[in-house]
């Protein structure tokens, strides 16, 4: 059995015109049977962002997708809703609040299926905030000074789909080169993934690489090779030296593990 | 006979508490005899803001500046206003349009006097405008595309005070990172030095090496290293790899030949 794919969304996706990356999503989740399972818990909007991605991959994916309005831990523990997680294809995640994300269903039967079922090839989607998810460590959210986008970070565990990543979504759009600069001089290990709005990397978790597909760029910042960090919590000003750094655009195929571009 | 020093500011530097940045230019002037001259070249206030800084300098240096308004390049090869290069400590370039410095004072007498004088130790200051004209090859702007931040950009020659280097200003606070990694991308054996608001790079031009000072970062990407690029005009996404990056704070010492941090 190898792990489903993943497709890690920087928020904002076309919806309307040629819906490239949310096509993407349906395609692949064809290789497996049944229906696209929808999981809103992240927005205050559950029925509105629901219906309209449900409407989206009826029509991408040929099959009636399965809503699931997870908005308490009682909800994620519900065997019946567990039950139909086997039936599903692939599981999309919407945009909101990552913290209700995790704070709802880390830890649940819920979550403990999905990681069961990604492993036996379970597609898992998600968007802005179901991106951030994704991996062991995510970015809660960061405060802005006055004069400067460096942050103070809040950070916490995610679901764990990625290990040694840490995503940021809506990177260029929302100008989030600092903070996650500043995730990864706390956390050098660890490589940062910047995505941009409409544009997301799709991930062959068994090889652990993945492709970048979508309108803008992927930025990757590896913390791995810096000779010098002088860091320090509530100081704007920072020291990181020889960070790697790669911007990627589509069609760029990256491998985490040996944290190169491959180039075909 | 050894080359003044530059301080190079992005932009807003602070005029009102501590002034560290511009008591540090004053400070670097005192190592030779004579008055600061501000060049008001390239803002469009040429009173104001020229009265601005004199007032500043003349309480931080002691001396009365000489204010030198060249609005026409008739003037700029006045040889009476060029007479009095040779008298001064240093000289300072306001902020404003990088363009009208470069086209009004390009390849003029006050220009190449400009440039023997600094030779000579003539110390060299400029803020915004005056920081971008300071390499070879300066960005003179870009044009933001509608949803992100990267740009189609105008690049022109500078004044030439560092060679290899292309400087952009206001960086954080302008969310600059797409398009200075652009500039890369089309001019990889350049160094790309982001500097932010109310920060500086005092640079030493005999040893090629700079010390940050101020409130925030400066952002260095490095080409030379990178494995790969493709980039194209007109396109917004560019897939770049391997670029050197450092975050450097205030004490930072960087090393612009060997293109490494020194770590003291």
């Not at 099959?63 to 909800?75: A, F, N, V």
């Not at 986008?149 to 679901?159: R, T």
């Not at 991930?203 to 990757?220: A, C, L, T």
């Not at 320090?232 to 069609?251: Q, V």
């Amino acid at each position: 059995m190898a792990k489903g794919d993943l497709l890690i969304i920087g928020g904002n996706e076309d919806k309307t015109d040629e819906k490239v990356i949310l096509s993407k999503f349906a395609t692949i989740c064809q290789n497996r049977q049944g229906p696209i399972g929808i999981v809103t818990t992240a927005t205050a909007y559950p029925e509105e962002v629901g219906n309209e991605y449900a409407s989206l991959f009826h029509t991408l994916h040929g099959t009636k997708p399965l809503l699931l309005h997870l908005d308490s831990r009682e909800k994620a523990d519900d065997p019946e809703l567990i039950e139909q997680l086997s039936s599903l294809s692939g599981l999309f995640m919407t945009g909101g609040d990552q913290l209700r994300l995790t704070s709802l269903l880390g830890g649940t039967t819920f979550y403990k299926h999905c990681l069961k079922e990604w492993k036996g090839g379970l597609v898992i989607g998600g968007t802005s905030a179901g991106a951030a998810v994704m991996s062991r460590l995510m970015i809660i959210s960061s405060k802005i000074s006055k004069k400067q986008d460096v942050s103070i970070l809040e950070m916490g565990s995610g679901f764990g789909f990625l290990e040694d990543v840490i995503i940021d979504q809506h990177f260029s759009q929302r100008d989030r080169f600092s903070r996650l600069m500043r995730a990864i001089a706390l956390n050098p290990q660890i490589i940062g993934v910047g995505i941009d709005e409409n544009t997301a990397i799709w991930v062959n978790s068994e090889r652990n690489q993945f492709e970048v597909i979508g309108e803008f760029n992927v930025s990757i910042f590896d913390g791995k090779t810096s000779s010098y960090i002088d860091v320090a919590e509530n100081k704007e000003n920072m020291t990181i030296s020889d960070i790697r750094f790669h911007t990627l655009g589509e069609g760029a195929i990256f491998d985490l593990t040996k944290r190169e571009l491959i180039i075909s």
